[in-house]
């Protein structure tokens, strides 16, 4: 038990380390693998609590869709490399308050909120796979369905957004 | 074996395979050191010397696919849990699955008409 | 105990791939040269770029190192063998080659070096391409076997082989591995025609060493991948357990160094367009002919 | 051995220097095709071929180091790692680059005997004391410091730029140019008055320059004019105004009242865009400074500019940042680099310095120089007419016999005499054979560069053993050159690749394959009575675009074939006694590569002026429209399937 909080304690202050370094290097593609390494010690979070599925899962698609935010940052942030070490942080005020409250409102809810009585036996990861594709299928089957429409209107924005119509490509 | 145990030893096989390269990285280095020099660390371009260095805004041409891969990946992560249980919940599963793909399907279909599946020239 | 067999089996799979690779590219099966090569390897200098990012360029070989290893790590050679035996064995495969992109990508920015970044960038494009359809081929795989764990997989293939049951999603899978590994056809990343060895281009003396080590792991992993969700990984008659899976991967593994080289290299644009236009409709169908089966058939 | 490495030859270390022996990875200049021409199987002998110079071990130098590839070669020995060696066949001196470790004779046995005594020569020297430092002029480098948003602003010591208060970036630029003999024709060094007399901001001066090379001929088909032409016409009445806000103006420089930045001159629009200049201002860092446009270069609110709404002063907008930058086909303004793909580029011609600005991962513009172009024709006044001969077949290594026919059908014409109809036909024959010998060359290049290994060795397989056969030799060899041309024909997914790629429309000055794939009938032999006895026809195909281009060589391949079947018997072009006699002549052969035309004069048995028209220039000049918008991959293809000599791109 006392290695599982030990790992635990380290994953996690590996997650926030590399969210600070998201924030304070110069590179872009810098930030973006930290945070990219960030999510993954998150994944590997839900491993240490015998999360398997869900961890595997973090670690798996965290890893693909961080690449792909580091090439559009590469493609739209100025002086990608940071060789020119610019400051690039900006409306610091604002955004130290926004973590503040962030960070209170989380240890609320996990202090405040009735999480039920802790699970004498965690399920096998086996188990856990398959009680989620049961509860898919059944309790939150609707939620399953809305999640598909809420990633086609994801599809349907970012297509209108990023592709310029027929008419208007310069051929 | 239990589960976390299994974690571990995938751990060790990590911290395994580093010190592996690192120890690699010893014996080359126990082999000799590499001697610094005018222009060898400038990197090979077939012969030119290009000094300039290339970190810049690279214009990769296929952003049209990579939206849509993201929405795909997300699909990805309802799928699993899915399959496994497939068998058992029989035909509702193969209905629910076909209405979510199919939903997903449009999305696809709506970015191919639109020119996003393409190199954005 | 079983760690280590594997391990050992793992090494001299990754020996013999590396003799089928040379023998492909030059035509002469000379068995001591990729001892000689790596020897020559550790040999020569390890040159640093001018204003790299040192710790991407470090990390880079490391991390396909340590992705191919852990993708090796669910492989099941024989019942018992295998390094660990996760619930959610195919996922985490899948896992652990998602970290390929992410090392490649480290690879090309790290030396600042043109060649080098266009390889890696290029990688992500190609990464776009067969990332759906190795995901979507083992969802129909799990469905069949009801279970994630490789080794359910395996035994779920008692009766009928995947190849023969999802012969769709079997070629699908060849197909995005090859992509996966960058075997020629689909050597973009570092494409010796536009890119001169592109992401590889700026590695030499043991970095370059590690990443072509790295690089015959992968290749193993993902033939044991395919072996293990398509051919019925140890299952066969007559010959052991662990010898029909060895079999099986390195015919499987030479398939992929060497079928590949008959075609010349095909464009990023086109690979990305096939995959999203034909190859992700054919895997969609596949997921749902398997389902069919799979609830009519008992097998 | 120089290129060592230090320490002792002990055991681990006599282990490794056994294992660098056998394992050599050789990097060829100027190029396979040449090694190939030469009649050379590196393959065969076990030497392994590198791509870049950081994965050899081995600088193969093939024939006599061009004096344009001087500084690429020395280039390309400081970056390969230690041990490192040199292997020469007949390479004569070798002035920047340290002596060879091996030397051999221009031949199969001497390429083997020289690899017999590198490999003795590594494994008592690869570690050892004999190991110095190597420089050379063009690895000197000067260190000068730069602001990534402004490449203008240049000084030789840190600071930050007095335009956006960014810290300089340090970046090594060549040294100045000691040596003599600079390339660039209008090299108008006098310092252009552009920004505004800043003490910290060195005026804008011609830094980095292509270090490399010369005496190379400049063939800019899209910088016209290079970056510098613009201080010509700084006329007396430029307005200065703000990048930030264009709307302040005024006559003198000074700063703008709104956001206190300088103000920069703004040259009128069309007379910008008037001279053809497409416009490469590559703004931040990875621009070459020595032609990066600045007219109304957009800075930013400097220091304590006007407060826009809950932003900091210094915040750089990206829409304002990249105003004038050039936009790509897809209407996104992202940076574009200069990438040489040089002299040693796998796939391409060696010597061919190609030169392309790169948006991602498509051609911008691309420029193409030859390292290797011959200096000038006829070294001293009169030569006689058999060293004429040599010299113009010394011209091109990769197609002597046609330009030694050439040579002897002009001096023939000049002596008014005419060779019997046999000896005509066998020479024909020769330049045939050299037709194909060059085709399969070609071949084996587009095999390296598309990645069909298969196909590179077996064309430059057939290639060495085709070049010296006689005609019994090439009748056993058709049937071989046929399959092979069949199996090319059947590769899956090679006419997908082609299809379309490199079209160009049809000029006239071309000749040669390219022009015939584009459907013009040009070609020289079809009036030269010997070929008509023959029985040639021009071979024509349509579509001009790299399939065509293929198709078509492939065809002439099987034609030379037929024609040689029919010649019967091959004889190397040389001139009987020509006695002291004087005239003009002209001749007119077919190349592999095109029509070359050649212009002498003979006076009293010698040669005193001759001139040449080679069918190269005209396909570099191609290369630009042809490259510009294309996929990298398919831009390498398309320019691959020109075919150039950059052997016979004369000055």
């Known amino acids: 038990m006392t290695i599982q909080m030990f790992f635990l304690a380290f994953f996690g202050g590996a997650a926030v380390w590399f969210g600070i370094v998201v924030f304070r290097t110069h590179s872009m593609v810098r930030s973006a693998l930290a945070l990219l390494f960030s999510q993954t010690a998150v994944g590997l979070m839900f491993l240490a609590m015998q999360a398997e599925f869900l961890g595997v899962l973090q670690i798996m698609m965290m890893a693909t869709e961080m690449s792909v935010m580091a090439i559009f940052m590469v493609m739209f942030m100025m002086d990608p490399g940071g060789m020119g070490a610019m400051e690039m942080t900006h409306q610091k005020r604002l955004s130290l308050w926004a973590g503040g409250l962030g960070v209170v409102a989380a240890l609320a809810a996990i202090w405040l909120a009735n999480w039920g009585p802790a699970v004498a036996e965690v399920p096998s990861a086996a188990e856990q796979t398959a009680d989620l594709g049961r509860e898919l299928l059944g309790r939150s089957m609707f939620i399953f369905q809305s999640a598909g429409l809420t990633i086609l209107t994801a599809m349907v924005a970012a297509t209108m957004v990023a592709i310029a119509p027929q008419k208007e490509r310069p051929e | 074996m239990t589960a976390l145990a299994q974690y571990a030893i995938l751990l060790g096989l990590t911290l395994g395979a580093v010190g592996f390269v690192f120890s690699l990285y010893a014996l080359a280095r126990a082999i000799g050191r590499s001697r610094e020099e005018p222009g060898k660390d400038v990197p090979a371009t077939a012969g030119t010397l290009s000094r300039d260095p290339v970190w810049v805004r690279y214009h990769a041409k296929y952003y049209g696919y990579a939206l849509l891969f993201l929405a795909f990946d997300m699909e990805m992560a309802f799928m699993y849990p899915w399959a496994v249980v497939y068998r058992e919940e029989g035909l509702v599963a193969l209905l629910d699955m076909g209405v979510f793909l199919a939903i997903l399907f449009l999305g696809l279909l709506y970015g191919w008409s639109q020119g996003a599946l393409r190199r954005q020239e | 105990m079983t760690v280590l067999v594997v391990l050992l089996a793992l090494a001299a799979g990754a020996y013999l791939i590396a003799i089928l690779e040379s023998w492909a590219v030059h035509g002469r099966l000379e068995p001591a040269r990729p001892a000689i090569s790596a020897l020559a390897l550790l040999g020569r200098e390890s040159v640093l770029a001018r204003t790299p990012d040192r710790l991407f360029f470090e990390a880079g070989p490391i991390l396909l190192l340590v992705a191919g290893l852990l993708a090796a790590a669910v492989i099941p050679l024989a019942p018992g063998l295998i390094v660990t035996d996760l619930a959610t064995g195919a996922l985490f495969l899948n896992a652990a080659l998602a970290y390929v992109l992410v090392a490649l990508i480290m690879a090309g920015w790290g030396p600042n070096g043109a060649y080098g970044m266009i390889g890696g960038w290029r990688f992500l494009g190609q990464f776009i391409a067969y990332a759906m359809l190795i995901v979507m081929p083992i969802t129909a795989v799990a469905m069949r076997a009801e279970s994630l764990s490789t080794v359910t997989i395996v035994q779920s293939q008692a009766a009928l082989w995947n190849i023969a049951y999802q012969p769709l999603g079997f070629v699908l899978f060849v197909v995005a591995a090859m992509g996966l590994a960058w075997l020629p056809p689909l050597d973009l990343p570092t494409a010796p025609g536009d890119l001169a060895g592109g992401v590889e281009a700026e590695y030499t003396g043991v970095r370059l060493a590690v990443l072509r080590l790295a690089r015959m792991v992968l290749i193993l992993a993902l033939a044991g991948a395919t072996v293990t969700f398509y051919l019925g990984g140890w299952l066969g008659p007559w010959l052991p357990a662990p010898v029909w899976s060895a079999l099986k991967i390195l015919i499987v593994a030479g398939l992929m160094v060497s079928a590949g080289r008959l075609v010349p290299r095909v464009r990023e644009a086109r690979y990305l367009e096939l995959s999203w236009k034909l190859g992700i409709p054919l895997a969609l169908a596949n997921i749902f002919i398997v389902g069919v089966i799979a609830l009519v058939v008992p097998i | ?651």
């Open chain 4, 1 to 651: 051995m120089i290129g060592a490495r230090s320490g002792a030859l002990t055991g681990l270390r006599r282990l490794v220097a056994n294992a660098l022996a056998r394992d050599l990875r050789g990097f060829v200049v100027p190029g396979m095709d040449v090694a190939w021409a030469n009649g050379l199987d590196l393959a065969g002998t076990g030497l392994h071929l590198a791509t870049t110079p950081r994965h050899a071990s081995v600088l193969v130098i093939i024939g006599p180091l061009p004096a344009g590839l001087a500084d690429a070669a020395s280039v390309a020995h400081a970056q390969m790692p230690r041990p490192r060696a040199i292997l020469a066949l007949e390479a004569g001196d070798l002035a920047p680059l340290p002596a060879a470790d091996a030397t051999g004779a221009l031949t199969q046995a001497g390429l083997v005997a020289a690899l017999a005594d590198l490999r003795r020569t590594i494994a008592n020297g690869a570690f050892g004391s004999g190991a110095r430092e190597y420089s050379a002029p063009a690895l000197e480098t000067r260190i000068e410091y730069t602001c990534p948003m402004h490449p203008e602003v240049v000084s030789d010591q840190p600071g930050n730029c007095p335009k956006c208060g960014m810290t300089l970036v340090p970046r090594e630029t060549a040294a100045p140019l000691s040596h003599a003999g600079h390339a660039m024709p209008d090299m108008s060094d006098g310092v252009t008055a552009e920004t505004p007399p800043d003490p910290v901001a060195a005026t804008h001066q011609h830094g980095a320059h292509h270090p490399s090379g010369d005496t190379k001929t400049m063939v800019e088909d899209t910088h016209a004019g290079h970056g510098h032409d613009h201080a010509k016409q700084t006329d007396a009445s430029a307005q200065y105004t703000c990048p930030m806000h264009p709307e302040v103006t005024s006559d003198q420089p000074g700063s703008c009242r709104k956001c206190g930045m300088f103000l920069v001159p703004v040259e009128d629009k069309d007379a910008h865009a008037g001279h053809g200049h497409t416009q490469t201002d590559h703004s931040a860092l990875g621009s070459h400074s020595d032609h990066s446009a600045h007219g109304g270069h957009s800075g930013h609110g400097a220091h304590g500019g006007a407060e826009v709404a809950g932003i900091e002063a210094h915040f750089m907008s990206m829409v304002d940042l990249t105003r004038d930058m050039p936009a790509s086909a897809d209407g996104l303004k992202m940076e574009w680099i200069d990438v040489p793909f040089g002299p040693f580029f796998p796939g391409l011609p060696g010597g061919l310095e190609l030169e392309l600005t790169l948006d991602g991962d498509a051609v911008a513009a691309a420029k193409a120089e030859s390292g290797v172009s011959a200096v000038n024709l006829l070294r001293e006044a009169a030569t006689s007419p058999e060293a004429f001969i040599d010299q113009l077949a010394a011209l091109s290594p990769l197609s002597p016999v046609a330009y030694r026919e050439l040579a002897c059908r002009a001096l023939e014409q000049a002596a008014g005499q005419n060779p019997a109809s046999d000896t005509a036909s066998a020479r024909a024959a020769a330049v045939e054979r050299e037709r194909i010998a060059s085709h399969l060359n070609w071949l084996a290049g587009f095999g390296t560069q598309s990645g069909l290994h298969w196909l590179e060795r077996r064309a430059a397989g057939l290639q060495l053993e085709l070049r010296h056969a006689d005609a019994r030799g090439i009748a056993a060899l058709t049937p071989r050159t046929t399959a092979l041309l069949r199996r090319l024909h059947r590769t899956p997914l090679l006419h997908d690749k082609l299809n379309g790629n490199g079209k160009h429309a049809d000029g006239d000055a071309l000749s040669g394959p390219v022009a015939r794939a584009a459907g013009s009938t040009s070609d020289a032999r079809s009036d030269n009575p010997v070929y008509g006895a023959l029985g040639f026809g021009v071979l024509t195909g349509t579509g001009g675009d790299a399939r065509a281009r293929l198709t078509q060589r492939t065809g002439e391949i099987a034609q030379s074939l037929g024609l040689i079947a029919r010649a019967g018997q091959i004889a190397m072009p040389e001139v009987q006694n020509i006695g002291s006699v004087s005239g003009k002549g002209e001749a007119i052969v077919e190349t592999p590569r095109g029509a070359a035309q050649l212009r002498l004069t003979l006076t009293g048995g010698k040669v005193t002026q001759a001139e040449i028209s080679t069918p190269t220039a005209a396909l570099v000049a191609l290369i630009g429209a042809m490259a510009r918008g294309r996929e990298l991959g398919d831009a390498m293809t398309a320019i691959g399937s020109l075919d150039i000599s950059p052997w016979e791109l004369t000055a």
